[in-house]
Structures are given as structure tokens and as C-alpha cells.
């Protein structure tokens, strides 16, 4: 993680309330972590740290394929990505204006509504742009 | 020769000893890139690094298709190494002997593409060679001796055509040494 982010325990710890607060309060949402794009935690809920390393790596990885596929597509940059299974989903969810990019990583039960998830989210993501561009 | 396949090779290494490079320098197509801003300067003092990986192409003789991978060198993605090697034939390891730990490096992944099932060949590409080569190519030597590999090691400027060139044809002999059902 870059030093400017390291070295501000006070914009981890906003951010680290911000991912808090949208897990608590967005139903069906059962683990949440927040990753630079090059793969280091920010913050994470309802994780024990090894499972939000882990988390951030692959959302990180999965951000990046999806910008590539998206790019050869001739479209812009993502602003979600969806992985829908049988018990459950995982969505990612960019923070935009954030230097070197942020994605907001998130696992679902299957009970959570897709619009609602999707809506809160990006909620949650106007926040941390703010935390971070401040 | 190789006949009848499109081939799947993979450039693996640790952060910063040049597989992205190396893919650009050899592709025939625009590679897709999947480089993100670098948080972490203080394991290598790079803007970017790769998180997912890399590919690019490069036609063979008889049209064949050489597909050419890349893979994230930091051990946080090391998930991806056998994402990206699944099914590649041969690995070029490229190392870099500024880092502090060649030997630790040249180790390290050995035994993770050496543990794939079936193993696919490995050659190794040296780049940023000190003064004094040997001593830094006896600690690579020592590693390879040390797991029993038949694992050809090679200097190499990789930002160059020619080197990479001289790499792929290298780990290309040892596919069709190994694999004689393929060979016309």
C-alpha cells in the first residue's frame, strides 16, 4: 500500500467505519473488503485478516481482467462486475477518483436483492472517494 | 518441429524482472495488459505491476499460434500462477540478479511450476548480471542442482527481440526433446 494511504491511519480508519457501517446496514451482505487495485486491504468486515488478504488479492485480479476484457470490448471503464452462483453472489464495485484505484469487494447470500446491493454500494463508494480525495 | 498445436508457454518470475516486457517485445498482437498502479515501492520501484496477467502471441512456422502468458510475480497473486500455467507447456523463469535473493527467487519458482502436474519445461532467463556473473549464477545453478532439474540457464537483456527469441527457441527444443509424439 502506498505510503500516503499507509501513513494516514486517520483516512484507513474513516474508511474502515465507512465499510462497517454499509455491512451492517445493507441486508444479505456477508463480508465486505476494501482493496488498491495492486491488491493490498484497506479495510475489510466480517473477515479474519488472512480471508481479506486473500479476498483482496483475487478482487483485485478479477478488477483488472474485467478493465481488460472491457477494454478489448471497446467500452469504458467498469463499474461492476457480478458473479452470480447458486448460494450466493460476489460483486465488485469501483471507487472512483482515487489514485491508482480502489474496488470495493463484497459476498452476498442468496436472500440479498441485486438492486439494493448494487445501490448501496455505490453509496458506499461516493463515501470512500470522498475519504480519500480529501 | 513442433507440429499440429497452437502452444501455450508462460513467462513467470518475480516482480520486476521484465515478463511484461519480454511479452511486448515478441508479440505479434497489442498485449492485454492487466497492470495496475504499484502501491508497493519498496518491493520494486516500478509505476505499474501486472496483478492478473499478461498475453500476447507470436506466429510459428505452419501458422501455429505460440500463446504467450504472463503472471503476477508478487506472492500475494501467486493464486494465479496456477491459474495461468494450467496447461502450458513450458515456463521461461526469468530472474533478475539485482534482487537480493536470487537463489530464494530461482527457488521459489522452481518448486511452485515444478509442482504443476505434468510439469511443464523450464528455462531460465538472467538478466541485470553483476561484474562478477559467476558467483551470482552459481547461487541459480545451486538451486537447480539442488531439485535434480534439467533446467538450461541463460543470460538475457529481455527488452530485446533477439534474447527472447533466443529464450522461446530454447524452452521450444526442450518441448520437442520431451514431447517426441509432436515432433513431424
Known amino acids: 500500500m502506498s505510503k500516503a494511504i499507509r501513513e494516514n491511519p486517520r483516512m484507513i480508519g474513516l474508511a474502515a467505519k465507512i465499510v462497517e457501517h454499509f455491512t451492517q446496514n445493507t441486508p444479505g451482505v456477508q463480508a465486505v473488503v476494501l482493496t488498491t487495485n495492486d491488491g493490498f486491504e484497506v479495510a475489510s468486515a466480517r473477515l479474519e485478516k488472512s480471508k ?14 474485467s478493465e481488460a476484457i472491457s477494454r478489448e470490448s471497446g467500452l469504458k471503464s467498469v463499474s461492476n462486475v457480478f458473479i452470480e452462483t447458486e448460494n450466493g453472489t460476489v460483486i465488485l464495485a469501483r471507487v472512483a477518483g482515487v489514485t491508482g484505484g480502489m474496488t470495493l469487494a463484497m459476498v452476498a447470500s442468496q436472500s440479498a436483492v441485486l438492486g439494493h446491493l448494487v445501490w448501496a454500494a455505490r453509496n458506499c463508494c461516493t463515501a470512500l472517494t470522498r475519504v480519500f480525495q480529501s | 518441429m513442433i507440429e499440429g498445436q497452437d502452444l501455450k508457454i508462460v513467462f513467470a518470475g518475480p516482480m520486476g524482472a521484465g515478463k511484461t516486457t519480454a511479452i511486448r517485445a515478441i508479440s505479434e498482437i497489442d498485449p492485454v495488459s492487466t497492470d495496475m498502479f504499484n502501491h508497493d515501492r519498496e518491493q ?8 492478473a496477467l499478461d498475453y500476447g502471441q507470436l506466429t510459428l512456422e505452419g501458422d501455429r499460434i505460440l500463446r504467450l502468458y504472463g503472471t503476477p ?27 537480493p535473493d536470487l ?18 519445461q523450464i528455462v531460465i532467463g538472467v538478466s541485470r548480471l553483476p561484474a562478477d556473473a559467476d558467483q551470482a549464477l552459481q547461487l541459480i545453478y545451486r538451486e537447480v542442482e539442488n531439485r535434480s532439474a534439467m533446467v538450461p540457464v541463460l543470460t538475457a537483456d529481455i527488452r530485446t527481440r533477439e534474447a527472447v527469441v533466443m529464450l522461446i527457441d530454447t524452452l521450444l527444443s526442450l518441448i520437442e526433446g520431451s514431447q517426441p509424439e509432436l515432433v513431424s
Open chain 1, 52 to 65: 481479506a488478504g486473500k479476498l483482496a488479492a483475487l478482487g483485485s485480479s478479477l478488477q483488472a481482467v
Open chain 2, 73 to 99: 510475480g508478487q506472492g500475494r497473486f501467486s493464486f494465479m500462477w496456477d491459474i495461468v500455467g494450467a496447461g502450458a507447456l513450458g515456463v521461461i523463469l526469468l530472474l533478475d540478479a539485482s534482487r
Open chain 2, 44 to 51: 520494486s520501484d516500478k509505476e505499474t505491476t501486472t496483478v
Open chain 2, 103 to 120: 537463489g530464494g527467487d530461482a527457488a521459489e519458482f522452481l518448486d511452485a511450476f515444478g509442482a504443476m502436474d505434468p510439469s511443464p
